[in-house]
Structures are given as C-alpha cells and as structure tokens.
C-alpha cells in the first residue's frame, strides 16, 4: 500500500490520490490490471505474502493493482487508514458486518435505511442468528437501551434512503462508544464531499461505489474504510483481537494494530466471500470520482432548485428534503452537510398511488429506474419496487406512503427538469 504524496485540497486528492504514473510504461492514465494472479519474485517472498508478512499481489479475488488505486482514492478522501472495494454495496457492506459479527450477537440499526440493507439485516443477517433490532435513529435513549452483553455494532445512514432524515453522527457515536461498539455508517447518498463521518467519530463507513461515486451509471461496486482509532482490544470482540482459527491462529489486532480490521475484512472476509470488485469497474469508479466534487455541487444545487419549486406546488402535499428552507433537521444539515443535503430526496402526491404512477409515465427527462447518483435524473415509485418487500409498518418507519415518489436530481439544467416536473404535474 504505497502512498499518495499529501495533498489537502478534496478536488486535488479526487484527481491524484491512488495514482501516479505507471512505473512500467508512463501510462498517466491508471491502467486496467486485468490479471488473475502475480508472478512472484521467488519461493520466499510467495510465502511472505500468504503469512501477511509482506504485502504483495497474490490473487485478484484479494488484491488488484487498480483496485488498490481507488480503495486508497477512497480511503484518502474518508479520511481513513485503508480501504476495501467489493463487487457492490450489499457485498462491502456483508463483509463490513461478517469481518466484527459471530452467530448469538446483535446488531442495533437506525430505522430509516436503504430497502436493500433492511431486508439483508432481517432476513440474512438473522439466517446467521445474528440479532437485529431497528430503533428510531433520533432516539438516543433508545439506543442507549437496546445495548446488551452481545451488542457488536451501531449501524445508520448519513442521508436515509429513501426518507431523507439525516443523521446525527456525533451524538451517535458518542452513545456507541460508552457502550463500546463502533458505529458503521452507510455514507453512500452524502459521499466523502458532503460528509466526511470520520470527523465526527464514526468507525466504519460502508459506501456503494454504484451511485454517486462512480457517477454514471455505469458499474456496481462498494466499498470499506476504516477510520484505524476503534479499540479492538476492549473485550468485545474476541473475532478480532484472539487468535483466528481462519488464519493459522493469527491475532489480527495485534499484529496489524490500526489496520487489524481491515487486514481480516480482506484475508479472511473477502477470501472467503469473494466477492471482489473487477479491475475494470474499479478504473470506470476511480474515473468518476475524479469529477466528483464538480458533479456534487451540481447535483445539490440541482436538488435544492427542484425541491423548492415542488413545495409550492398544490399537488403535492410533502416534499422531503432535509435541504429547503426551515426544513426539521436544517440543524443537522448545517453542521453535517454544510455543502447541501444530497440530491436524493422523496415528496408526497396528493394523489396517492395512482397518481405516483402516472406522475412517473408522464415523466420524459427523468429515467424511471431502480437507482441514485446517476449525473442523468432518475425517479421511482418506491412502495410498488425498490420497497415492494416491507409490510405497511416498515414502509412509514422509513418514511415512506403509497403516494411517495423518489427522485435523484443529476446535473442536467435544473430549468429543463423543472419543465419536464410541471408538464407531468399539469396531467394529474
Ligand atoms: C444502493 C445502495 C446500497 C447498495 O449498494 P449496491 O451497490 O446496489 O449493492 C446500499 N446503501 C445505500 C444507501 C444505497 O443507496
């Protein structure tokens, strides 16, 4: 894990940190390292790297060139000791929980997630007889009493998916420490140019690299980063710091200090998982996010311009976007997302269902599509797809009615998507 040289600007660190110029061939551009496996230098140094004892490429479901550029981009602009790319959110984000979490323990999650991380910690995570309770993420006293002997991990959102409600980091962490778990935050919707967790006591930060990050479309990847300052070693998590039958009795904490976490979440987890992310999508996301600060800005103010415009609109009863105006949480936006709350945000039809969905089939400019952080405008009606498989409790715990619409804001002119909101709200 070479170095970046240390840059401080976010724009200059999107562009350089991870990489440098080919050594082999000039290439400026990072190149594609689509190799299965590494030629080792001799019998010795092989064995070196499969006893952790030095760090080298041995196999690509474990380690690639270009996926090392963009784990240390990401890592860089986190904040963070070290990074980990997997072949998609739902894949980092597994083995973020699998790295810390053994059967009999539990787990305490906000309540306002992402569709797809509520069904794996319900339904998955409990298959493992991992214990899974969700609580109101505002309230810290039902955190704090949901804590047992078996509690591993806090887990939230910086931006829920779809509902909006931001998180408060700092007061979160703290509660999590005095009970000696990490947090682990999803930051997927703020990205690291929004919302950096680390700076506000966040242990691990999961992200899925598919949306803003990659930016287009394109690639489904995630990834893991660890901030390096939880304390392992505080008796909680015998996985991590006592010796690991996994890896010939290697104590992790022990042997890589700040960097034990992620060093089992790559020679155990993702060994074993395998679900590495391919070299080409790693240089499609490493791509993008060279341009990251400059779609975010768009994206946001894209997002503040549309909201406010459908807040005056009579057809619509809630718009939910932590971003207006007097909005609840403008509190939390302030201090956690002073460079705007996202693009991603969902508003109420007057309407009900059937107005969602047509509302959608007028729509022209905006993709109607199951997914966010496109730089192209997408929207969806949650209750019939990307939420189709939470009962009615569920649905309003995350915020969400039959009449909700999500949308995500992309960088074209916000004077065209406003055009093409107003002609679909005048069929209504
Ligand atoms: C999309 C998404 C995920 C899952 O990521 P994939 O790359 O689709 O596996 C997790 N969290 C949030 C907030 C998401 O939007």
Same mark, same amino acid.
């Given at each position: ?25 000039? *290439? ?17 140094? &092989? ?39 997997? $072949? *998609? ?13 053994? +059967? ?17 910690? #319900? ?24 804590? #047992? ?93 006592? +010796?690991?039958? &996994? ?83 403008? $509190? ?50 949650? &209750? ?11 649905? $309003? ?16 002119? *916000? ?14």
């Amino acid at each position: 894990m070479s170095q970046s040289p240390d840059f401080t600007g976010f724009h200059t660190r999107a562009v350089h940190a991870g990489a440098r110029p080919d050594p082999n061939t000039g *290439s400026r551009a990072q190149p594609i390292h689509q190799t299965t496996s590494y030629v080792f230098e001799d019998s010795e140094s &092989a064995a070196a790297y499969f006893n952790l004892q030095e760090y080298g490429n041995t196999y690509s479901r474990i380690m690639n060139p270009t996926v090392a550029a963009l784990e240390e981009r990401v890592a860089n602009l986190e904040g963070g000791v070290g990074g980990v790319a997997f $072949a *998609s959110g739902l894949a980092a984000q597994s083995a973020a929980l699998f790295t810390l979490l053994q +059967p009999g323990d539990h787990v305490v999650a906000s309540s306002a997630l992402y569709g797809g991380t509520v069904t794996q910690f #319900k339904h998955f995570l409990r298959k493992l007889s991992v214990e899974l309770e969700f609580v109101d993420p505002e309230d810290f006293d039902a955190w704090r009493a949901s804590v #047992k002997d078996n509690t591993k991990l806090f887990f939230g959102e910086t931006i829920g998916n779809p509902s909006g409600a931001i998180l408060d980091i700092e007061g979160l962490a703290k509660v999590a420490h005095e009970a000696g778990v990490p947090l682990m935050i999803d930051n997927t919707f703020a990205t690291p140019f929004l919302c950096r967790p680390f700076e506000f006591g966040a242990d691990i930060i999961v992200h899925s690299a598919t949306k803003f990050m990659g930016g287009h479309g394109t690639s489904i990847g995630g990834i893991v980063v660890e901030s390096g300052e939880f304390d392992w070693s505080n008796g909680r998590f015998p996985i991590i710091a006592e +010796p690991s039958p &996994a890896y010939h009795g290697l104590k992790f904490h022990e042997t890589f200090g700040t960097f034990g976490y992620l060093m089992k979440l790559r020679a155990e987890t993702l060994r074993d998982l395998g679900a590495c992310m391919s070299p080409f999508n790693a240089f499609l996301i490493a791509q993008g996010i060279e341009t990251l600060p400059l779609r975010m800005r768009q994206h946001v103010s894209n997002a503040e311009t549309v909201a406010t415009y459908l807040a005056e609109s009579k057809k619509i009863t809630a718009v939910h976007y932590a971003g207006l105006k007097g909005a609840r949480q403008e $509190a939390l936006v302030k201090k956690y997302l002073p460079k705007g709350a996202g693009a991603v945000f969902c508003f109420d039809l007057a309407g009900g269902r059937d107005a969602g969905v047509k509302l959608i089939e007028n729509l022209h400019l905006f993709s109607h599509l199951a997914n966010v952080g496109d730089a192209k405008s997408l929207v969806i009606h949650p &209750a019939t797809t990307t939420h189709r498989q939470l009962s009615d409790e569920e649905l $309003a715990a995350s915020g969400i009615g039959p009449g909700t619409i999500r949308v995500s804001i992309g960088i074209e002119d *916000s004077d065209d998507l406003i055009a093409d909101l107003e002609h679909a709200i005048s069929k209504l």
